[in-house]
């Protein structure tokens, strides 16, 4: 089966997962970070942040939704006629969502 | 040139199965197929209703076989009906062990449903788009074959015949404009019907008897050309065809009283339930007949089309529409803007398929030898004076694999055609093709100004109503127009895709092909199946029980008789 | 051999201009639908990089807060909150067409499960607000 | 007939003689009940015979007919001019094919892509004529009927800027015709069709624009035939990773 020597259904998995996640989740906590707080609507969250479970909660959060963008912003890419740097495109875009996963988790034991 | 050792022209239902047979029955040969479109645009592709077969214990090979030539008016040969009852059920079950989509009942077998002047539920469907599905079933499966090897889009312009047998064709590669020949030891002909010969047809733009006229060409008489089938239920204007399976789920026909006419003729009584070989379940020449007369009697419709009548579905309700006949309502709500849910379908009699053909035996042999036919284009035959419904498709798989295989075994046998013949022979073709299509200059004659006449008479004179003085009218005009032909111009002299020019040759092709059934006709002096004469309007059964031969001579042609084959079902009055 | 072929060296191959995506709605709306992927990227660095404040302390964490009230930043978050409900409806939708919910022969119309999935969506938020209200740590 | 006309402009093209395609005006008396493909043939029987051009069934069911018009891949017996009128109407061939001539565009690449795809029923085990069809219930096929629906009629290929930008992709209706087959419950071959299927020329190049389904006249549904794939070969990807001991 060339599906288990391609990387491919690995990284579309995870973009999946991402997009479900970014669906679900993100336009609330754009909402609670973005406005809420800022504008004095719900008092400080950040002791919230230190609890395990929601630490849990947080990785999943930031890191699938960025494999979703590497993987959507990788293809669009491509789409608009920049195939001929396809891999360091590559490179940049699921790298940067790997390196985005190593320091979320460096940040959430961190803190 | 290219050397093969058969070539298969026509890529429809027939074609495709004829390259498979040929294929499994012996993988070492070699195997050309040509068609002058994508196989997937054969005309097969409009088939609707469904393809008969014994499929049900309730159902035996002698009423399947008693229906047919009853149907046929007793033209058919026997014997040959008989080959293909008891070969059509293997076929359709191997075209569902090919992924052909078939409708199914709840325990998963194939569905059947009631056909026109079928005595019992035999015809198989996968819902209105029988043929479209074998169609592409066949196509795809074909592909798994490596011993065939497609010519797509190549025009087959002559059979090349040298020591009296058929040993390839010339085609003209519609890309370039290029002649080129093809070698074969056998050449199977599978390019369909003619309607496109009429105005006013169910048929696709290809159907113009190509196959027909290029065996015709090489000395093969024509067979029984006279017998016209018009359907019962076309839509006005377009011709577009609304399947017979939607009589069989249980549509009525109706005047412009509303009234369920066809109980006048002897079909009734009425009923709301539909009853095997009743009423709108009649068969295709009575049902048109009919529609005749209550034309005669002032009871259609007039509208910008002509005269109609309605075909009425609301009774069936919009899921039954939906699971079993979606695409009439699709077809409907398309072209005509009618909902049959809610309004009935306007339809008229159409011309819709040629029971006549190149004349071959139950083989699919031609007299010619090498030369092989199936499918609508040749007259095995089975379909006699009128065809009933939903056996033609059948009849594509049944007498396709049995072309396949002949020719298979027939090619095996033989040794390879020596070419310098074939290359003068092409020589010729070339010089004749450059002469009057491909480099002709000046004329003054519009390909589509004869095509219009041609139309005109043959409507005049070989429609559903016929009689000697018209049909010998048209016999002149046609011969007229061949002369005219001679004088065609062409607005495009460039070599790539130029459909001007295959245009050009179709319309030669259709010339002969209208002749042969112009003159059939007129020779016949009796009333049988769809061939409906005003001054002869008796079936004749001491002097017309046979088969006409059209033969092709200098002077027009020359028509013969051979006798049908009897077996077990003597000839009685056809009644319903 | 005959070429049942076009010939290559015949054609006219037209090109597609990298600009494809301006010529028509629907194309341009994908784009943007591809797009909303990176300002929910930015948005979740920016929710990391206050989050990492507070190993700063929470005197960096609080004055990172209140660097987003600037209208700079209100209106980042405004555009980033479109695309992402843009995202989040666009996503539902898909899924209803990538899993389909079948009823024996039936599917269940797309516009439905849609629908349901708009409404888990709107559950979820709240249950999320509901938490951030009264947990606090 | 009522002297109204309708106008269409058409792309003419001739290698040889043309460098790039033109587009060339002509006009055709208005009918209403007349689709596209009508006006086309007037044109080529009554006013310029060199008009190039596929059709046959003219009852949208061959596929043969599929043109741009005013922009959007449709089957040209399938729409009508009264839908355009009085604007003036812009036929040219499908894009994202090369143009042969005029309105015909080369589809051989197609034709390769749908034999790629092992468009048949594949099994481990045969049965034989005699014994009878595979039993299939409704349901089983209502599972794959719509994909059947394909007329391979290129509207999916006009409309996907993936095909346009990188025509190695395999595109809508061959994706989906591959689905079909592994969907039908008659089928063992599952496994042999994923090597074109679940390659990066398969269906990962598809980036779910959905055009495809928009245009598609037979409600075929190439997109969601793709993303169901990609779903599939996701799973079993996963599975035979984290689970290199279970069964596949
Ligand atoms: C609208 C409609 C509905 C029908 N419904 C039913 C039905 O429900 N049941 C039923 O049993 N029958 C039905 N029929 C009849 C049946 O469809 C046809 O008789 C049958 O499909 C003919 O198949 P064929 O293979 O003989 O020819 P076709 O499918 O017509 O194929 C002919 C082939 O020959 C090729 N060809 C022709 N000339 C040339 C040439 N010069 N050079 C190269 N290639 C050439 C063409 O390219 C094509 O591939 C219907 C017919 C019509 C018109
Ligand atoms: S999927 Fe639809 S648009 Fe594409 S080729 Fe098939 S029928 Fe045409
Ligand atoms: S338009 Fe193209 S990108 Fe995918 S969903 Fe359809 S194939
Ligand atoms: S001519 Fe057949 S689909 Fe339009």
Redesign the pocket.
């Known amino acids: 089966m060339a599906g288990k020597n391609s990387s491919e259904p690995f990284w579309w998995g995870l973009f999946s997962a991402g997009g479900v996640v970014a669906a679900f989740l993100v336009p609330i906590h754009i909402i609670l970070t973005g406005f809420a707080l800022p504008l004095g609507w719900i008092s400080d969250t950040g002791m919230l942040y230190r609890v395990w479970w929601v630490k849990i909660y947080l990785f999943v959060l930031i890191t699938l939704p960025l494999y979703h963008w590497a993987h959507r912003f990788y293809f669009a890419l491509n789409d608009m006629g920049l195939k001929v740097i396809r891999k360091p495109l590559a490179v940049v875009c699921y790298g940067g969502a790997v390196a985005g996963t190593v320091a979320t988790l460096w940040v959430l034991i961190s803190v | 040139m290219d050397t093969y050792d058969i070539i298969i022209?026509?890529?429809?239902?027939?074609?495709l199965r004829a390259a498979i047979a040929a294929a499994e029955s012996s993988p070492k040969l070699s195997i050309a197929l040509?068609?002058?479109?994508y196989?997937m645009?054969?005309?097969?592709?409009?088939?609707?209703?469904?393809?008969?077969a014994v499929l049900r214990d309730n159902d035996s090979f002698d009423t399947h076989a008693k229906d047919t030539i009853f149907g046929a008016d007793f033209l058919a040969d026997q014997d040959a009906v008989e080959m293909f009852i008891n070969e059509a059920p293997g076929e359709l079950i191997q075209l569902e062990h090919w992924g052909c989509p078939w409708s199914r009942d709840p325990d998963g077998r194939m569905s059947v449903r009631a056909f026109g002047g079928m005595s019992v539920n035999r015809t198989a469907f996968a819902a209105d788009k029988?043929?479209f599905h074998m169609?592409h079933a066949l196509f795809q499966t074909s592909l798994k074959y490596e011993s065939v090897n497609r010519y797509d889009e190549?025009?087959?312009?002559t059979l090349l015949v040298n020591d009296g047998r058929v040993q390839g064709i010339t085609?003209i590669n519609i890309y370039n404009g290029q002649v080129e020949v093809i070698t074969g030891k056998a050449v199977i002909l599978?390019?369909?019907?003619g309607?496109r010969v009429f105005p006013f047809t169910?048929?696709?733009a290809?159907?113009?008897g190509?196959?027909m006229a290029?065996a015709y060409r090489a000395g093969v008489a024509l067979k029984d050309m006279e017998f016209v089938q018009y359907h019962p239920t076309g839509l006005p204007g377009t011709g577009i065809?609304i399947?017979?399976?939607s009589r069989g789920e249980g549509g009525w026909l109706t005047n412009k009283d509303g009234y369920r006419y066809l109980q006048d003729y002897g079909l009734g009584p009425p009923t709301d339930e539909p009853v095997h070989r009743k009423m709108e379940l009649g068969p295709r020449d009575i049902l048109s007949r009919c529609h005749m007369q209550e034309l005669e009697k002032g009871r259609t419709f007039e509208g910008p089309y002509g005269h109609y009548v309605h075909l009425d579905l609301r009774h069936l309700g919009e899921n039954k529409i939906n699971e079993k006949i979606p695409f009439v309502r699709e077809l409907a709500r398309k072209y005509i803007g009618i909902d049959p849910v809610y309004e009935p379908i306007p339809v008229r009699p159409v011309v819709?398929?040629m029971m006549g053909g190149i004349s071959t035996d139950a083989t699919t042999k031609t007299t010619l030898a090498g030369l092989y036919a199936?499918?609508?284009?040749a007259c095995v035959s089975i379909n006699g004076a009128n065809r009933l419904?939903?056996?033609?498709?059948?009849?594509?798989l049944v007498f396709?694999a049995r072309a396949g295989r002949s020719a298979a075994e027939y090619a095996s046998a033989q040794s390879s055609p020596s070419s310098k013949p074939l290359e003068a022979l092409a020589r010729d073709e070339q010089q004749r093709l450059d002469q009057q299509f491909l480099r002709k200059e000046g004329g003054k004659e519009r390909i589509a100004t004869i095509r219009q006449e041609m139309h005109k008479t043959m409507e005049e004179g070989v429609g559903i109503y016929r009689n000697e003085e018209a049909m010998q009218k048209t016999c002149n005009t046609l011969s007229q127009l061949r002369e005219r032909f001679k004088d065609i111009s062409f607005d495009d002299r460039s070599s790539i895709f130029n459909t001007e020019v295959i245009a050009a040759l179709e319309l030669d092709?259709m010339l002969d092909v209208a002749g042969a059934i112009a003159h059939s006709a007129a020779n016949r002096k009796e009333s049988r199946g769809s061939h409906t004469r005003t001054d002869f309007p008796k079936r004749d059964d001491e002097n017309f029980l046979k088969h006409s031969l059209a033969h092709r001579t200098v002077d027009g042609p020359r028509i013969e008789y051979s006798p049908v084959t009897i077996t077990r079902w003597q000839p009685e009055e056809r009644k319903y | 051999m005959i070429s049942p072929r076009p010939d290559k060296s015949m054609l006219y191959y037209p090109k597609m201009p990298a600009t494809w995506w301006l010529r028509k709605r629907s194309y341009f709306l994908f784009m943007l639908r591809e797009l909303s992927s990176v300002f929910i990227a930015i948005f979740l660095v920016v929710l990391l990089v206050q989050i990492y404040q507070l190993s700063e302390g929470p005197k960096s964490y609080t004055a990172f807060a209140q660097r987003l009230g600037s209208p700079g930043w209100i209106i980042f978050h405004a555009i980033a909150l479109l695309f992402a409900i843009y995202h989040s409806i666009t996503w539902f939708f898909s899924t209803a067409v990538v899993l389909p919910l079948r009823l024996g022969k039936r599917e269940i119309p797309r516009n439905l499960v849609a629908a349901l999935n708009i409404g888990a969506w709107i559950v979820v938020s709240l249950v999320i607000l509901y938490l951030f209200l009264s947990l606090k740590g | 007939m009522n002297g109204a006309t309708a106008t269409l402009n058409i792309t003419r093209y001739l290698p040889g003689q043309d460098q790039i395609p033109r587009s060339q005006s002509y006009s055709v008396p208005y009918q209403r009940d007349w689709v596209i493909l009508d006006a086309l043939n007037y044109i080529k029987d009554h006013i310029d015979g060199t008009l190039s051009y596929r059709w046959s069934c003219r009852m949208g069911v061959c596929g043969s007919c599929g043109m741009m018009v005013n922009g959007v891949p449709k089957l040209t017996c399938a729409v009508f001019l009264r839908d355009f009128y009085p604007q003036e109407i812009r036929i040219e061939p499908l894009v994202n094919f090369p143009i042969i001539r005029d309105l015909v565009i080369d589809m051989s690449d197609f034709l390769d892509k749908l034999k790629s795809v092992k468009p048949w029923i594949i099994r481990k085990t045969e049965k034989q004529i005699s014994e009878g069809e595979y039993l299939q219930t409704p349901e089983e096929l209502s599972a794959y009927q719509q994909f059947t629906q394909c007329i391979n009629c290129m509207l999916c290929y006009a409309a996907c800027p993936v095909y346009g930008m990188e025509p190695e992709f395999l595109g809508p209706a061959a994706i989906a015709l591959g689905y079909r087959y592994n969907q039908d419950s008659r089928d063992q071959g599952k496994e042999s069709r994923q090597a074109v299927l679940g390659s990066h020329e398969g269906i990962w190049q598809c980036t779910f624009v959905g055009e495809c389904t928009e245009v598609c006249p037979k409600e075929v549904d190439p997109a969601a035939a793709i993303q169901r794939s990609k779903v599939e070969i996701t799973k079993d990807w996963f599975k035979s990773v984290l689970l290199p001991w279970g069964q596949r």
């Open positions: 022209v026509g890529g429809g239902g027939a074609g040509v068609s002058k479109v196989p645009r054969s005309h097969t592709v409009s088939a609707e209703g469904g393809t008969a029988t043929g169609l190549c025009f087959v312009t085609i599978c390019t369909g019907g309607g169910t048929n696709a290809i159907k113009t190509d196959g290029l065809l399947t017979e399976a819709h398929y199936a499918g609508e284009t419904g939903s056996n033609s498709l059948t009849e594509c396709g092709f």
